[in-house]
T-cell receptor
Framework: RKEVEQDPGPFNVPEGATVAFNCTYSNSASQSFFWYRQDCRKEPKLLMSVYSSGNEDGRFTAQLNRASQYISLLIRDSKLSDSATYLCVVNNDGGFKTIFGAGTRLFVKA | NAGVMQNPRHLVRRRGQEARLRCSPMKGHSHVYWYRQLPEEGLKFMVY????????ESGMPKERFSAEFPKEGPSILRIQQVVRGDSAAYFCASSSGQLEQFFGPGTRLTVL
C-alpha cells in the first residue's frame, strides 16, 4: 500500500461544478497535511494547509479525518483556471519526512 | 522577498557529462528538499538537507547522484556521467522546519 494515495484521475467537469478529491494516508502518526496545486510544466504551489477542524478558503474547503486517515479537498463553482493537478501532501516523523501523492488531474471545461 | 531560486532553468548535457543544479532557499529557510519529476509522472522525493547535513537521502539513486548544502552558498544537486534516463524536471523546495515547503521553478535537464 502506498503511503499516500489519491483518487485516480483525470476529473473532467463543466464550469460551475463542484468537485471533490480524496486522499488516504497509511501512517496514523502523520502530523501535518497540505494540498498543493501544480500547473503543467510548473512548480507545485501550496494551495492550503489542512487542519483537524477543517478549513475553508473561498471556493476551496479542506477536511481531515484522522480516524479514517483521509483528507479531502472540495472545490465549489469550478473555474477554467482551476484546471491543474492537485497533490495531497503528508508530513511524518516530526516533519522530517514529506510524502507527496501522485496527484489528481482536473480539467474544467467551458 | 525572493522565493526559492533555481538555476539554470534549462540545462542540456550530452551523455557522460556532469550536471550541476543549484538551489537557493527562501530567506530564513534552512531546510532544502530535492525532487525529480519525469514527464507525465508525479514528484519523487530525492533528498532532504539542512545546512551541512544530509537528513534523508532515501530517494537518491545509489550511484552518480550527490547533494550538498554548504554553510555558505546554495544547495547543489550533482549528477555525474548523465544518461538519457536522467532527463527530467528537478525541483528544489525549502522550508523553515516542520512546515509547508515552497518550491522553486525547477531545472529542466535534457540529456542528448
Amino acid at each position: 500500500r502506498k503511503e499516500v494515495e489519491q483518487d485516480p484521475g483525470p476529473f473532467n467537469v463543466p464550469e460551475g461544478a463542484t468537485v471533490a478529491f480524496n486522499c488516504t494516508y497509511s501512517n496514523s502518526a502523520s502530523q501535518s497535511f497540505f494540498w498543493y496545486r501544480q500547473d503543467c510544466r510548473k512548480e507545485p504551489k501550496l494551495l492550503m494547509s489542512v487542519y483537524s477542524s477543517g478549513n475553508e478558503d473561498g471556493r476551496f474547503t479542506a477536511q481531515l479525518n484522522r480516524a479514517s486517515q483521509y483528507i479531502s479537498l472540495l472545490i465549489r463553482d469550478s473555474k477554467l483556471s482551476d484546471s491543474a493537478t492537485y497533490l495531497c501532501v503528508v508530513n511524518n516523523d516530526g516533519g522530517f519526512k514529506t510524502i507527496f501523492g501522485a496527484g489528481t488531474r482536473l480539467f474544467v471545461k467551458a | 522577498n525572493a522565493g526559492v531560486m533555481q538555476n539554470p532553468r534549462h540545462l542540456v548535457r550530452r551523455r557522460g557529462q556532469e550536471a550541476r543544479l543549484r538551489c537557493s532557499p527562501m530567506k530564513g529557510h534552512s531546510h532544502v528538499y530535492w525532487y525529480r519529476q519525469l514527464p507525465e509522472e508525479g514528484l519523487k522525493f530525492m533528498v532532504y538537507l539542512q545546512k551541512e547535513n544530509i537528513i534523508d537521502e532515501s530517494g537518491m539513486p545509489k550511484e552518480r547522484f550527490s547533494a550538498e548544502f554548504p554553510k555558505e552558498g546554495p544547495s547543489i544537486l550533482r549528477i555525474q556521467q548523465v544518461v538519457r534516463g536522467d532527463s527530467a524536471a528537478y525541483f528544489c523546495a525549502s522550508s523553515s522546519g516542520q512546515l509547508e515547503q515552497f518550491f522553486g521553478p525547477g531545472t529542466r535537464l535534457t540529456v542528448l
